[in-house]
């Protein structure tokens, strides 16, 4: 059974009766009629979809600014019927689309006396009882209107909050570990606890499930939220996490170095950005065709040794290769990052061969420091704005880690509490991402897998890790990678095989987890074509008799 997004939930007292009286076994059979009849009817009384309705009542919406919530001060409850764009507060961005008739909260928590949330909660008319959470990007402060919109669509209570500052900047972090504390867990906290109260109160219940959606930055708030505070989520959808934060960090910031930050002039080794046109089209050349078919993916990255010998300069050679000094940096560019005591602990895994194809990469390789490395060890870990990181070195990466402000490292292997309580978590990482090496996603399925002593088939039965070939930082590049995950653009085909919170949504209210993930490009015609994306640690490999990619041990 494929779940769509009219697929209210079902109560699970009737999932758990069918199972506990076969209506197939020779003894209901035997049965009278009478007796038959009353079971048929109690099951589909208790599998009725519980709707709620909030019945165009703009009253019942703006009551809500009325409500007293602990350490929350509402600032507006506006009731939008239909399609409209809304003004937005903050600097982020000046309006949203509201696709559906629905009730906008806006709010404010007060999570400490130095520290504030602004969120917003957007409550549709037609409600299924599901609750979602959002999470942020980068190291921003902005709201998810985006996917407010898109919850909002598929019928489910959404909530999202600013991560505790306002922008696109980490200077709100500096000298304020409090802000930083909101940033790393406490914001998406505290808004859903305060979220969860004005849902119940605006539809007279409380949700039946609650979920979680984010990538990135969200993805590692997700994660927190599991390891944190395990009750507050049912089934979590956390992409392309950026766990291990404090490494990741210190591996961006170290590759940066490597290519000639902060100032490439002069430095034998830089390779400017047409050059790394060449480096990715003799990458594809080397590494295309290990999957069993060249289709420009590389589906296994770990797979490709890239030789970048084969770009050296020769006489006669007129551009697009590369110097001795040059090969050197670009072999260095897809090495892991070791350090620790004797330098040999795996401290980050490597830049994934093939995601130096994406523009987005000249972020870590265009010899100059991303602002968000710099705003991150300015503010958050240093305190010192003038920091020129002519001396960063492998003991500034140590000392982020030791200082590890508002804890938020994010790995940690004890999902033990989230697990035991029912939850789920579904996560996908592109095997193109430009920005966070795919590798870490499997670093942390491992590291799940050894601290809870948990075999493959237990670990299908609350964590699954899905492996998205060709796909860049959350979404885009050529691979098969629109499955409903972040805003209405990537949900292509609404149903849950090929839309991972509806995926997710069935997990948890029909205890069918996703086996595969079928993504969803298109041909040069415009046609919609499918692959299936495999759970870790299964494998996608080309069939060629079958013309079409299987998940294979």
Known sequence: MSWNENNAP??????????????????????????????????????????????????????????HLENTTILSSTYISGTANVTTPGSCQSQALVSNSLCRVQFIINTTSTSTVHAEA???????????????????????????????????????SDGGHDGNTGLPFLNNPEVISDFSF???????????????????RPHDTAYYLGCSTGGRQGMQAALKFPEDFDGIVAGAPAVNTNFLEGWATMLGKL???????????FIPPELWDSVAEEVLRQ??????????????PDECVFRPEALICEDGDEGGCLTKEQVEVVRSVYQPMYGGSGMGELLSPRFDPGAEADGGAQRWLSG?????????????????????????????????????PGDIETFSGNLS?????????????????????????????????????????????????????????????????????????????????????LAMVKWVEGDVGPDVVRGIGFGSAGEVIMRSHCRYPMRSMWDEGKREFECVV
């Open 10 to 67: 079902y109560r699970k007292n009737a999932s758990q009766l069918a199972f506990m009286i076969d209506l197939s076994n020779s003894r209901y059979q035997m049965l009278s009629p009478s007796i038959r009849f009353y079971w048929h009817t109690l099951f589909a009384l208790l599998a009725l979809p519980r709707i709620t309705s909030a019945q165009n009542d703009p009253s019942s919406c703006t009551d809500l600014a009325n409500l």
């Open 122 to 160: 957007w409550l549709p008319d037609t409600w299924y009882g599901r609750y979602l959470g959002l999470g942020n990007g980068g190291l921003n402060g902005c709201i998810d209107y985006t996917n407010l919109d898109y919850g909002t669509s598929l019928h489910f209570a959404t909530i999202a």
């Open 186 to 204: 406490r914001a998406l906290h505290a808004s859903t606890l305060i979220g969860k109260q004005l849902v119940e109160e605006f539809y007279g």
């Open 259 to 269: 290519v000639g930050a902060p100032d490439p002039t002069g430095t034998p080794g």
């Open 287 to 300: 590494c295309d065709a290990l999957d069993g078919v060249e289709d420009g993916i590389i589906t296994e």
């Open 368 to 404: 100059s420091f991303d602002p968000l490395i710099v705003d991150w060890y300015r503010f958050a870990i240093l305190n010192d704005s003038t920091y020129d990181f002519e001396n960063f070195s492998m003991d500034t990466v140590m000392l982020g880690a030791s200082i590890n």
């Open 417 to 501: 509490a989230f697990k035991a309580r029912g939850g789920k978590f579904l996560t996908y990482h592109g095997r193109r991402d430009q920005l966070i090496p795919s590798g870490s996603s499997k670093c942390t399925y491992d590291l799940i897998s050894r601290t809870l002593a948990l075999s493959r088939s237990s670990m299908d039965t609350f964590y699954r890790l899905f492996l998205v070939p060709g796909m860049n930082h959350c979404i885009g590049g050529p691979g098969f990678m629109l499955f409903g995950q972040m805003g209405a653009v990537s949900n292509a085909l609404n149903n849950s095989d090929s839309n991972v919170l």
